[in-house]
């Protein structure tokens, strides 16, 4: 068995370091609280922003302002589980500057309450519900089950006049086997109660989506992204985020990627994984095993206690315990103050299914996941587990061990499957890491509290412009702009979604990686082009070209700029903080002019193959390579529909129709759509 015990880093961000992030506003708000203030006297809202933003102090801003201003006479904050409950408790706000304190008494957090959110312990949370509803009180802190419950037994009047506030929104869907999300659209459907959604995602969810579009239509969106949020860092200044193969039983290979003065979450994979050996006790012992010699557990902690080849001592704990004893005491430890304040309180963190999202150790600098994560939302929670910044904390990094495809595996196809679903979500955490992306026309004018530059905004020429949020502004020639509202939101808030989407379609990650014969066409307009319509087909024609092409120039311009960074690495490193802004601008004053025609010229995966080229084996890239080749598909008459609609516009620009004898690929690939459909009329008129 060979290893590949390198890193394949697949993202390195150096943020800017300005120290905004942590710092207040009279109102003791921080930037994204007093960004998600600024819009409290919405009904409906939707916070999106990274873990250790401060979602759970903006929404008490929000809600006290609401229960004091707004008539709202209830706030109930609901929660994925219990322990996240802790995050909303009573906080003297007051004392940084705002003018009430967040108050709520103890016996109205029932994720305090003892007993698991089942049916039959339930009902005594769902009777403290209706408690509080008759009460004088006015904040209750439950589970989201709790909350489900309550609700089917009092019906949505119930719940008039209070604010409903749902944390880790992406728990929700819109999917009628799922209460919440069904009991969501009926409190929006009635039309009397208030809503705050808060969610860590970019990626609401990974298929069925949060809300019917006509209900999402309806809430204010506020967004603060990664990129602003590392950038106000004041220790922070890389994260790293890459993926490591190998081959043979994981427990072998992780030691390679395991440094014991490293603060480090290691999450096992499932026990219905591949990669799992089925046996995560042993796992959990092999991996403590490597880290070092086994002297016994900590009485008070409950933390196992190894000494390192180095001779020091560190800490283990291990949430991959089934005793529920041994499992409480740990958890009671991680939750404890001295967990928060000290950094050398607990060293390794072992866990399967806890310690993601919600799970709040500072000092965190590794996430190491072994297996793929069919979930991209769980991805960005457990990289968020690392992302907090902390004193003395430089450096942090996500590493995904996953299994290397290898030819001579019965399971091939399975392990290239994983690997491509690697790739694609790094593909995801890089756009969820870049800035935000605002593109016009050319020549449509600068855009207010924009920098162009030195020169300042020049007509004519190809203008980029950065203001001090992190967005980015965009001339692109040829571009089309939205003309619906549901368009316009989608192309300022959803671009993420559109394009997780078109990532995850595995033919088109395959054939962008790995077909030679690729015509990039084929993927940014005839696979995205699919996916928009699939996505939104009550969008007109017109918009849905609109959509596709604001999705394809964000991926594009990302993976651009992830290819000129790569060019400008030096030991390592990147030359400055703004290298992401600089590989865009490399990439955009590269070309005569950034136009919506160069840009589906481009394959969107051919930086990702670069990356992967230069650091993985070259023989395993040729086998993958081979076996997704072997099965390229053959052109459907759908796919012949949407090539003859290109040509179609083709002849209105050319004044001709595309030609098989081309020197042109694209044109090409449009003339064997018309060919296609008309040997498909022709034999549809031979059978009669």
Not at 70 to 93: M, T
Not at 345 to 367: N, P, S
Not at 571 to 588: H, L, M, P, Q, Y
Request: with cysteine; charged share 25%.
């Amino acid at each position: 068995m060979t290893q590949n015990a390198d890193i394949i880093p697949t993202v390195t961000f150096r943020p800017a370091g300005t120290g905004a992030t942590a710092k207040a506003n009279e109102l003791g708000m921080r930037p994204m609280q007093a960004r998600a203030y600024d819009k409290r006297g919405e009904q409906y809202l939707l916070i999106k922003s990274p873990p250790a933003s401060g979602k759970s102090r903006a929404l008490m801003f929000i809600a006290l302002d609401k229960l004091t201003n707004q008539g709202v006479k209830k706030a109930i904050v609901c929660v994925p589980e219990r322990s996240i409950g802790a995050s909303f408790n009573s906080e003297p706000l007051s004392k940084h500057g705002f003018w009430a304190d967040w108050e709520v008494a103890p016996q109205w957090n029932l994720c305090n309450t003892p007993g698991a959110d089942d049916p039959k312990v339930a009902k005594s949370k769902v009777k403290a519900v209706g408690e509080f509803l008759a009460s004088d009180a006015r904040v209750l802190v439950c589970t989201h089950a709790t909350f489900r419950f309550a609700f089917d037994e009092m019906g949505v009047e119930a719940f008039d006049t209070a604010l409903i506030a749902i944390d880790e929104f992406h728990h929700v869907s819109a999917d009628a086997g799922n209460r919440l999300g069904a009991q969501l659209a009926q409190l929006i459907g009635r039309d009397k109660a208030h809503i705050v959604a808060m969610t860590g995602s970019y990626f609401r969810g990974d298929a069925i989506p949060v809300l019917a579009p006509d209900d999402e239509a309806k809430f204010e969106t506020v967004t603060y992204t990664y990129y602003e949020q590392l950038n106000g860092y004041q220790y922070l200044k890389v994260l790293d985020i890459g993926y490591s193969f190998y081959t043979g039983p994981y427990t072998e290979k992780i030691s390679a990627l395991l440094d014991p003065t490293i603060k480090t979450i290691v999450h096992i994979p499932s026990v219905n994984s591949r990669e799992s050996l089925k046996d995560k006790h042993r796992e959990a012992e092999d991996i403590m095993g490597h880290l070092g010699e086994w002297h016994g557990v900590d009485p008070e902690t409950g933390f196992h206690l190894l000494k390192t080849a180095s001779g020091a001592t560190i800490k283990v704990a291990d949430l991959v315990d089934d005793d529920a004893s041994k499992r409480d005491r740990v958890v009671a430890s991680l939750k404890s103050t001295a967990a928060r304040s000290d950094r050398d309180f607990v060293d390794v963190i072992i866990a399967l299914g806890m310690a993601k999202e919600g799970f709040d150790w500072i000092w965190c600098e590794h996430a190491l996941t072994v297996g793929y994560r069919s979930s991209l939302t769980e991805i960005i929670q457990i990289i968020g587990r690392a992302t907090r910044d902390a004193p003395g904390k430089t450096r942090a990094r996500f590493t995904n061990l996953i299994a290397e495809p290898a030819a001579d595996d019965p399971l091939v196809v399975d392990a290239i499957n994983d690997y491509l679903k690697a790739i694609a979500a790094s593909l995801l955490m890089e756009q969820v890491l870049a800035p935000r992306f605002e593109f016009t026309p050319k020549d449509a004018g600068p855009k207010p509290d924009f920098d162009y530059g030195p020169d300042g905004y020049q007509e004519g020429a190809t203008n980029i412009g950065v203001n001090a949020q992190g967005q980015m502004h965009f001339e692109i020639k040829g571009l089309k702009l939205p003309t619906s509202i549901e368009a316009t939101r989608i192309c300022r808030e959803d671009l993420n979604e559109v394009i997780a989407s078109f990532v995850q379609d595995k033919s088109a990650l395959e054939r962008g990686m790995f077909d030679t014969e690729v015509v990039p066409e084929e993927l940014t307009q005839l696979k995205m082009g699919k996916i928009i319509r699939e996505k939104f087909p009550d969008l007109s024609e017109d918009d849905q070209e609109a959509v596709r092409q604001h999705a394809i120039a964000a991926l594009t311009l990302t993976q651009q700029a992830k290819a000129a960074m790569v060019d400008d690495v030096v030991d390592g490193e990147f030359s400055g903080s703004t290298a992401f802004i600089d590989g865009v601008r490399k990439f955009a004053l590269s070309v005569t002019d950034l136009d919506i025609d160069l840009i589906d010229r481009v394959n969107p995966f051919d930086a990702t193959y670069a990356v992967l080229a230069k650091a993985m084996d070259e023989k395993t890239l040729l086998q993958v390579q081979a076996v997704i080749n072997a099965k390229k598909d053959k052109l459907t008459y759908e796919d012949a529909r949407m090539l003859a609609e290109r040509a179609l516009e083709f002849k209105r620009e050319r004044g001709r129709l595309p030609s098989l004898t081309s020197q042109d690929a694209w044109e090409r690939k449009m003339a064997e759509g018309i060919a296609f459909l008309q040997r498909h009329a022709a034999k549809a008129a031979a059978d009669g």
